[in-house]
């Protein structure tokens, strides 16, 4: 099954914290929201501006991708855990 | 009957679980907001922007999609539950 | 008496549960917001723009239309309830 | 002594429930906000808009007008009781 | 000692209420705000739009305005109890 | 050291109450909030508008402006109290 | 591991306490939010305007810049703590 994001929404598939790359993102033991890592799934075609013209995506699929702990919806796709969230939910994105 | 969305607004017939397409969605055991699963029954003619020009709706008819859990007004048309919301509840659409 | 609603307002004549055509809309026992029927008696000239222009109304006069429970201001005219709300507190038209 | 109101407000003189002409408004009993008549003594030049344009009033001195109960700051002018109130909390002009 | 509003403040000389004049604004009671009476001493250039033009004053010095009662931050230049607000503060002129 | 703020921020060295010129500005005992002055040390070259146009600052260095009692962030630069705040915080100028 | 921070976001080193320069910032005893100092490593492309275009950054990698106390999320990156923020979020630039 495929889901195409609608707008500016991304579908994006979780990294579990055992396979992160050593030397990767160790999340401190604060009270902040602590970013997740994950990977971009699907893009939507980008948010509609007020004149109806589209405002193109910055993320791709396949980008590496770091976001907010309570950024989007859970879903599970073919029993797989995803994350559906707007593009702006992005933090950053991993080179 | 027939009901026309108006604006923005999507006719939509949910899903019900044992409907659902095996290897499709289940929804994780988590308390974040669950996607639900429905098809676009009718749509409205779009947002009317600022200058009175309509912006064009991305789903049409007949489109499987996604959809938050508490967006939307229920509504039973000859008999059938159906909800009415605005496109931008929606999530994804399933292709 | 004649009330003419002012922007994009709309004075509506709520229909009665039992004057509802059988198969008709029949409201569902949840905990949701019910939408209501009713039909559009008279409509604002629409909202002014940015600029001083006219937004056009979608629905006219005569229309049938569904709305939230908690829509508008009630009013009665000549003795007889109605509702005057705005045009966006529409979910759709029944055809 | 004569007031100008500033911008879109508008200066109201209410109508008390006993002036109502028969067949008039009258008031259901129920829980929303009731809209309540009045007649517009005077109008202010209208909004300024973003780049300092005046959009112009929809009403006039001398209309009869309905409006939330809410609606506006009490005034007495000359011991009689205004309101000076926003155009847009003017629900709908009576003809 | 002289202030000069900043963007579309400006500065008012709040009147006493003893020094009204007879036949002139008497506050009702009741639990809704009551405007006040100043005059206005000094407007601020006016505010800044989108693109750094300036939207004019509607208000001048030596105007006689009604206000809100709570708008405002009050200051005492050289003794004198006055009040900076916003010119959206500001109810209506007395002509 | 020296600061450059940032955007449409500036840099206010706070002016103690003992230092205030004789039949300057004595605050009133009420409940409101009560306007402090200081001087400009620095500004910001201005906000950045929605085309990524400057919009001008209005006030420069050496500016002597009263400000909201809650308005900045406090910071010591070389051992004395300044604030950061945006423009849009000073309420007026003393000229 | 390298970072793009996305949109109008920057990627900052934060600065210790003991690491600052003698005479520099010291943070008064108040109960007010205390800016903190840190140094940008990495700064996204921009905001992207209603139109698609770019608003470009003001600050740069390399700069030492002033923050608010809650500005960002916190993220160690090859076990080096660094926070991500919105450009919006920097108070100003220590020259």
New interface residues.
């Given amino acids: ?7 500016d ?1 991304i ?1 994006v598939l979780r990294v579990k914290e055992e396979e992160k ?1 050593s ?6 033991d ?1 009270a ?4 997740q890592e994950g990977q971009v799934v699907a893009v ?2 980008g948010k ?9 995506m ?2 791709k699929a396949g980008d590496r ?2 976001f ?1 702990k309570y950024a989007g ?7 797989v ?1 995803h994350l ?1 969230m707007h ?2 939910d ?6």
């Avoid at 099954?1 to 707008?7: D, E």
């Avoid at 902040?32 to 970013?35: A, G, H």
């Avoid at 919806?73 to 029993?79: L, P, Q, R, S, V």
């Fill in positions: 099954m495929k889901i195409r994001p609608l707008g929404r579908l790359t030397g990767g993102i160790i999340i401190p604060t902040k929201e602590k970013p939507g075609r509609t501006g007020d004149k109806g013209e589209r405002i193109p910055t993320v991708i770091l907010g919806n859970e879903i599970k796709i073919d029993g855990e559906i593009e702006d992005i933090l950053g994105i991993v080179e």
